[in-house]
């Protein structure tokens, strides 16, 4: 049974998974470990996967020193799966390095979804979304919808673009007097609508998952 908590909203909360900010993938017709596998290969290559067994994210962070603006290659993950959806969130100095391109999503019928927010980053950087579907972009947008970092309105296919648009604007977004936390937690509830996607809150926070690490060969 999904609950509000294993929605996306949540992520929006302050240090919501860890210190320095989040990055969530979200896949759908892959198993977590390929997921993982494909993160490995495309995002980060150069770097092999070695797999340490479960893991909370407090433990993990503590036992393998990932600090936020730690070490480039110390980069770790926890995967699992719910509601059909397989997720993997990263752990350690991920920021700058973890971009998914479009080729981690080929194969028919696969879709995977990247959150992410530098929250420490003093430039300030925004929350984003970038999504693919077979190997080609589906949607992206700045989640402070603030037009910064070169984000000015929802990217993509044309018909999910104007999709996921009027979903906003059902909300009276953008608004530039609405608060930053609250237009990026319901941008992140309208693409758990749109896309039925979930993260389960209490196995992400409080749960042991497998964990890995990723290492430069």
Not at 105 to 129: A, Q
Not at 146 to 174: C, H, N, R, Y
């Amino acid at each position: 049974m999904i609950t509000m908590t294993d929605m996306l909203g949540w992520l929006a909360q302050p240090y919501s998974i860890a210190y320095g900010g989040y990055s969530v993938v979200l896949a759908r017709g892959l198993a977590p470990e390929e997921v993982v596998a494909r993160i490995a290969a495309e995002a980060l290559p150069g770097h092999t996967v070695r797999p340490l067994g479960p893991y909370t994210g407090e433990d993990l962070i503590d036992d393998h020193d990932l600090d936020f603006a730690g070490d480039f290659e110390a980069i770790a993950l926890r995967h699992g799966q719910a509601d059909g959806l397989s997720y993997a969130v990263a752990y350690g100095y991920w920021q700058g390095e973890l971009h998914l391109p479009e080729s981690v999503s080929r194969g028919d019928g696969v879709e995977v979804h990247h959150l992410e927010y530098e929250e420490e980053n003093g430039k300030p950087v925004p929350p984003f979304y970038r999504a693919s579907r077979d190997g080609q972009p589906l949607c992206g947008f700045n989640l402070h919808l603030d037009g910064s970092w070169g984000f000015a309105g929802v990217d993509g296919e044309p018909a999910v673009a104007a999709a996921v648009t009027a979903d906003l604007a059902a909300l009276g977004l953008p608004d530039p007097e609405r608060a930053n936390r609250e237009v990026h937690r319901l941008c992140l509830e309208v693409l758990g609508r749109r896309f039925g996607l979930t993260l389960p809150r209490g196995p992400v926070l409080e749960g042991e998952l497998p964990a890995v690490l990723l290492e430069t060969a």
